[in-house]
């Protein structure tokens, strides 16, 4: 689960080491290419081209609509060429029959788009349309092969205190104002080459009145999944914290029509497992994970319970509670690390699609209610807006609706 990955809310400041494995595209869509300096920056910007000019720059990824400023000016293509590259091809340009293909120039760093074929001469080559696209972390470089050629700065980047888009070195100066994330995209048109999992996509927020200074001793959390596939893929969870203690999650799986897995895991060293189909690990990592199949049925609510064993003190165990039919079943137990007290007031719930893809285009439609979660003594907590992370940030279709103190999380593919 990507959250318990602190590298997901790393600084851009620290540049990640830069791999040289090319990715290709199985086929050929439309997709904004956002830049993900802009996106730490909380500037979300995506790479647009103009009416009436050649010019690229960074600008905002939604049009503002009427007779010059549209959606089609954001999105782009990849046409596979031979030896491993690609053009870049821009749709408005492309429906108004117009210079299409991103491009460089001959002793200037500045790129624009213009015709996909080279006049020829001496001073303009077919390479300078044809772009490497290179995984660096979870994005890619953009690697002009014309500048590459010529032995000058042959990445694709922006800068911190403009819109411009130039070519430059593929690796930061470092100090205050260059990092390797002006040099990073994203983009469903970018797939990689090779699967990348699990994938979390909408992060839920809550917080409680403030605990008992031991923690509280139970946590419920309400929740609904009203459309899913019914095979396996999505995780809906959400984390719970022990003062001086462990991370964990306690959430559902769709495993087939009307079956699903109650998880109940927590996270770290110095974890016992309990209940005997407990296992010693979480997530491939130290801790303990416990599991039951389960009646899973859409549009049912269910209370997802984390609570302290009564006759031991040290033990905790989860319970899934199908509102509807009333059943109630221990999901497992295990103790947490020595020194671990109750539970804290705060952390965060998430919905994530593990099995491996490589494009964001392939996470299925979902909609979920998650309720408001309820501490000792029917304390009443709050959940925070929900909202999109991670790799697929901006390539999904999201929207949230409060709903009686929770909200309805809705996820569509971005075809």
């Keep these: 689960m990507n959250f318990k990955n602190a590298a997901l809310f790393a600084s851009v400041m620290i540049p990640p080491m830069v791999s040289n494995h090319a990715i290709s595209a199985d086929n050929v869509t439309y997709s904004t290419i956002i830049s993900k300096y802009k996106e730490d920056a909380g500037k979300r910007k995506c790479l647009r081209t103009f009416s009436n000019n050649s010019s690229v720059s960074m600008g905002d990824c939604t049009a503002l609509g009427g007779s010059t400023d549209y959606t089609s000016m954001r999105q782009w293509e990849i046409v596979q060429q031979s030896g491993g590259f690609f053009l870049l091809r821009n749709k408005y340009k492309r429906d108004a029959n117009k210079g299409q293909c991103l491009r460089t120039f001959n002793g200037?760093?500045?790129?624009?788009?213009?015709?996909?074929?080279?006049?020829?001469?001496?001073?303009?080559?077919?390479?300078?349309r044809l772009w490497k696209i290179v995984e660096n972390g979870n994005y890619v470089?953009?690697?002009?092969?014309?500048?590459?050629?010529?032995?000058?700065?042959?990445?694709?980047?922006?800068?911190?205190?403009?819109?411009?888009?130039?070519?430059?070195?593929?690796?930061?100066?470092?100090?205050?104002?260059?990092y390797t994330s002006m040099r990073q995209w994203m983009s469903d048109v970018f797939p990689f080459g090779r699967p990348w999992a699990p994938t979390g996509i909408v992060r839920i927020p809550y917080s409680l009145p403030e605990a008992p200074k031991s923690g509280f001793e139970r946590l419920s959390f309400?929740?609904?999944?009203?459309?899913?596939?019914?095979?396996?893929?999505?995780?809906?969870?959400m984390q719970y914290r022990f003062i001086n203690?462990?991370?964990?999650?306690?959430?559902?799986?769709?495993?087939?029509?009307?079956?699903?897995?109650?998880?109940f895991s927590v996270f770290g060293n110095g974890v016992t497992p309990i209940a005997a189909h407990c296992t010693g690990s979480a997530d491939g990592g130290a801790g303990s994970s416990c599991s039951k199949t389960i009646d899973l049925v859409f549009g049912h609510t269910y209370n997802l319970t984390v609570k302290r064993d009564e006759e031991n003190a040290k033990v905790w165990r989860g319970y899934v509670e199908d509102t509807v039919t009333g059943d109630i079943s221990e999901i497992g137990a295990w103790q947490p690390r020595d020194g671990s007290q109750g539970i804290n007031n705060s952390e965060a719930g998430f919905v994530e699609y593990y099995p491996p893809i490589n494009a964001c285009s392939k996470i299925p439609d979902t909609k979920v209610f998650f309720g408001a979660p309820e501490a000792d003594?029917?304390?009443?907590g709050t959940l925070r807006k929900p909202n999109v992370y991670g790799r697929c940030e901006g390539l999904v279709e999201f929207a949230t609706e409060e709903n009686n103190g929770g909200w309805d999380v809705t996820l569509r593919r971005i075809n």
């Design 108 to 128: 200037r760093d500045d790129v624009g788009v213009g015709d996909c074929n080279a006049l020829g001469g001496a001073t303009d080559y077919n390479s300078m």
């Design 141 to 178: 470089q953009l690697q002009n092969k014309y500048t590459q050629d010529a032995v000058k700065p042959n990445c694709l980047r922006t800068f911190n205190n403009n819109d411009s888009v130039q070519m430059g070195s593929c690796r930061a100066q470092g100090g205050a104002s260059d």
């Design 222 to 237: 309400p929740m609904r999944i009203d459309h899913s596939p019914e095979e396996r893929g999505y995780y809906y969870a």
């Design 245 to 263: 203690g462990n991370l964990g999650y306690i959430g559902l799986q769709p495993r087939g029509k009307n079956t699903g897995l109650a998880i």
């Design 377 to 380: 003594s029917g304390i009443s």
